[in-house]
């Protein structure tokens, strides 16, 4: 069976049904490919005009099951802060020596975290860490004098969210072999999170469409 037909076929037997979080998320993990571990994603689409400042969304959250992504962080911090970030599983830890090397262009990372003391520093490579949503930022606690909570959060499955420019919010929110189960708390959570994230200028339907999909299967309409 190529994967055209495979695709099509699913899509087909899905045609003219709704489903709910728990059905989708057991509708996809029925239909798993055996090998490959595949991530589950989910995307929003809100009632919002992130252009307006007081339309846009973005937060964290800590999804109860992890996100089962490994994350590389870095971080700006020195003396005590940086031997705390060290023990707390940072990957890379420095200062003016890892801004020199970021504005090289070296940003393999999936967070950056600073101590409020650095960012002296690291306001001078702004440019460069804006375009990559890896700036540090106090709202979503990675400008925090206390790193080692910081990274042990990004470390352990902590998942950033911001809405696009067309009002769309997307996350990776788990792996196929999380189970369905898990992969229902996950979801739930997540889209607690963005109803709690509700914009001031926010008018109308908030929440307009929820789908849910895996990396190599079908995306699935959820009814909200």
Known sequence: MTKGK???DLYKSIE????NVDEAIKFIVD?????????????MNLGID???????VRGVVSLPN?????????????????EEAKQAGADVIGAEDLAEDMQNGNLDYDRVIATPDMMGVVGKIGKVLGPKGLMPNPKLGTVTPDVKAAVEAAKSG????RAEKTGIVQAGIG?????SDKLIENVNSFIEAIQKSRPSGAKGTFIKK?????????GINVNI
Not at 31 to 43: A, G, H, L, Q
């Open 175 to 179: 792996k196929m072999s999380f189970g």
């Open 31 to 43: 239909k798993k490919r055996e090998k490959f571990d595949e991530t589950i994603e989910i995307s």
């Open 16 to 19: 003219n049904k709704s489903f």
């Open 158 to 161: 902590q998942v950033q969210y």
């Open 6 to 8: 495979y695709l099509s």
């Open 50 to 56: 992130p252009r307006h400042a007081d339309q846009m």
């Open 210 to 218: 929820i789908s849910i999909s895996s990396t190599m299967g079908v």
């Open 66 to 82: 992890g996100n089962g992504k490994a994350m590389k962080i870095a971080v700006f911090a020195k003396d005590k802060k940086a």
